[in-house]
């Protein structure tokens, strides 16, 4: 086991996912932490690690092979700070110089350019010949690719794996999966995986643990808070974007089931928040359905008594917003079909009153939205910060719960809790919570129509990101938040999560 400074072995309790490592990387960009920045720490970690290994690295000859991506920026960066060091160093690309397509990567490679470290492009005279060298780094593909090893690359792992010396791949070695550590044919075989942040999944999983030799963590430099507080990373990261090949309905179907003789805008507005979310089609179950459908024409009626049988076609339902207390024997009806089929439910608004009056406990794929009232009706009357309410209603009730407040609060069943501090006063306003919970059931409907875990926390939390984020827009732009407004400047920041 090596002691090295600046790293720690890596625990499998401490591993993320690849979609997790994703919105950390953005969510901390947001928070004024550069993606340069860590790439440069990730590139002094590898430097310190191989100092370390080889004991010094004064006339030390190394080769780092670099793809054009991320991974290879974390390389490139390792190899001016291996030069600084003493090192004799070369970079192998996979691609020519122009083809790096990686901003943080081109600015690495012109960082290069004035330190003492040759850059060798592919076709060039002793490209991938690694003959004498001390150590070679894999930086040639990282967590962002997967499949077979082609080209280039495929050639560059070859001559990494016919090498002599220290062997260290950054983050995973090339040509094994990060999420399931499945090895594809020609997978680098390493001494060390110097993995940043945190350990990723597959690096326990499978065949990994052959082709990774002992896995290290380095802290890079994301902040704590990167990972706690809801930011737009967990839209980038999180809500798939569609396949090539996409046809009607692979973008997701939601079910809204509300409405009442007294109150009839409120699953229309969740409904339309669904659509802004990005799903392929929404069904509403209300006492006004077909009138709705009348004014717009993107939704589509159901007879409440239909509710249920409906649940089978969708991938996400609403249930509750402006129920007002009819209906009721109808909203356990439809959330026990969804409790069955295993589809997401938000249960919202006068969903949340019925729920604190039967006290059944729901099932991991349901998500409750209660205000502060709410939370404190089910609670049992007692009154709890929104953090300290979200935990507990959670447990007890067995659904992912958020908790509105200027701070949003939401936490699972098992306890893991985030935080999202978006939004604006202007948005106390009736209608939004029906904007949440419909953008919410659209973003859980998108994860389970692709087949991915629901996973109702973070999805939660980049909900709650996206409709704060359109209110503080909103109240910005114009000085005020109306409910259908809101629902258009939803559009926006789903859009500009693309980006």
């Known amino acids: ?13 401490n591993a ?17 932490v550069s993606i340069e920045l860590l790439m440069e720490n990730a590139g002094n970690a590898v430097a310190g690690v191989l100092e370390c290994l080889l004991g010094g690295l004064q006339g030390a000859k190394v080769a780092v092979l670099a793809g054009k991506g991320g991974n290879g920026g974390d390389g490139i960066a390792a190899a001016r700070r291996l030069a600084a060091r003493g ?11 122009g083809e790096v397509k990686h901003p943080a990567s081109r600015t690495m490679l012109k960082g290069v350019e004035a330190s003492r470290v040759e850059v060798v492009e592919p076709g060039a005279p ?8 001390d150590a070679v780094v894999d930086a040639l593909l990282g967590i962002g690719v997967k499949g077979g090893l082609r080209g280039s690359v495929k050639a560059a792992a070859e001559a990494y794996n016919k090498a002599g010396g220290l062997k260290i791949s950054v983050d995973v070695p090339t040509g094994v999966d990060p999420d399931t550590g499945d090895a594809v044919e020609g997978a680098v075989r390493s001494d060390y995986t ?14 990994a643990p052959l082709y990774a030799g002992e896995v290290l963590t380095a802290e890079i430099g994301v902040p704590w808070a990167a990972e706690y507080y809801a930011g737009p990373g967990d839209v980038a990261a999180r809500i798939p974007r569609r396949p090539r090949d996409a046809h009607k309905g692979v973008g997701g179907r939601v079910l809204v089931v509300g409405g009442s003789s007294e109150y009839v805008g409120a699953p229309i507005l969740a409904a339309l928040a669904a659509y802004a979310a990005g799903v392929d089609l929404v069904y509403l179950a209300s006492p006004f359905s077909r009138e709705a459908a009348l004014a717009r024409p993107e939704i589509v009626p159901r007879r409440m008594e239909e509710a249920s049988r409906v649940v089978e076609r969708v991938h996400a339902v609403v249930a509750g917003p402006g129920m007002g207390g009819e209906g009721e024997d109808l909203l ?3 959330l026990d079909a969804a409790r069955k089929r295993g589809v997401p439910a938000v249960v919202d608004a006068d969903g949340l009153k019925a729920l604190a009056r039967r006290g059944d406990r729901l099932w991991g794929g349901a998500v409750l939205t209660p205000h502060r009232g709410e939370a404190k009706l089910l609670l049992g009357g007692e009154d709890l910060p929104p953090l300290r309410a979200a935990r507990e209603i959670a447990a007890r009730y067995g659904a992912t719960t958020i908790v509105k407040a200027p701070v949003d609060a939401v936490c699972s069943p098992e306890g893991r809790c985030r935080e999202s501090p978006w939004g604006a006063p202007e948005m106390s306003v009736g209608g939004t919570g029906d904007v949440l919970a419909g953008v919410l059931a659209g973003f859980l409907a998108r994860r389970r129509a692709l087949g991915m875990d629901p996973d109702p926390l973070n999805t939660a939390a980049a909900a709650l990101y996206t409709v704060g984020k359109a209110g503080e827009d909103l109240a910005m732009e114009e000085g005020l938040v109306s409910p259908l407004r809101l629902v258009e400047a939803v559009k926006r920041v789903v859009a500009g999560s693309r980006a």
């Open 332 to 334: 356990w009806e439809v």
């Open 87 to 97: 090192a004799r160093v070369e970079i192998h690309l996979t691609h020519p110089r």
């Open 126 to 133: 002793g490209w991938l010949d690694l003959g004498g060298v």
């Open 1 to 13: 086991m090596v002691l090295c400074p600046g790293v720690r072995v890596a625990s499998p309790e």
């Open 194 to 207: 110097v993995s940043m942040h945190r350990p990723k999944k597959g690096l326990f999983k499978g065949a």
């Open 16 to 32: 993320i996912s690849t979609e997790d490592m994703r919105a950390f990387e953005i969510n901390a960009e947001n928070l004024g």
